[in-house]
């Protein structure tokens, strides 16, 4: 079955760029027609979608995210990451990637059917 891990730098400084990988097994991210994104957990906001990365390798973010944020692959090593831009406390979260069709065409975490474990991002100086 499809398995998914997040790692990446766990602190980050204010004004600096976040940037996670998340690497997958037991499926391709090129064969697969799965949509790869990336979203994110915080306690005063909950879940909140950051974007993602298509089999073809089409992109759709958030608007609220969208001029900070970046998804890209890294096909050879069956990877997707994300970048996100100028970082401010508030972007302290789980971060979690996370795959699924999209029966509806619209994203949202029921369709998701597979789940990393999550990572621990705090943006602190």
């Known amino acids: 079955q499809v398995q998914l891990q997040e790692s990446g730098p766990e602190l980050v400084e204010p004004s600096q760029a976040l940037s996670l990988t998340c690497t997958v097994s037991g499926g391709s991210i090129t064969t697969d027609d799965y949509y790869y994104s990336w979203t994110r957990h915080t306690t005063g906001k909950g879940l909140e979608w950051i974007g993602y990365i298509n089999q073809s390798g089409g992109t759709s973010y958030n608007p609220s995210l969208q001029s900070r944020a970046s998804i890209s692959r890294a096909t050879s090593k069956n990877q997707f990451t994300l970048q996100l831009s100028s970082v401010t406390p508030e972007d302290t979260a789980v971060y979690y990637c996370?795959?699924?069709?999209?029966?509806?065409?619209?994203?949202?975490?029921?369709?998701?059917?597979?789940w990393g474990k999550g990572i621990l991002v705090t943006v602190s100086p």
């Open positions: 996370a795959t699924g069709t999209l029966p509806g065409g619209v994203w949202d975490s029921n369709s998701m059917d597979y």
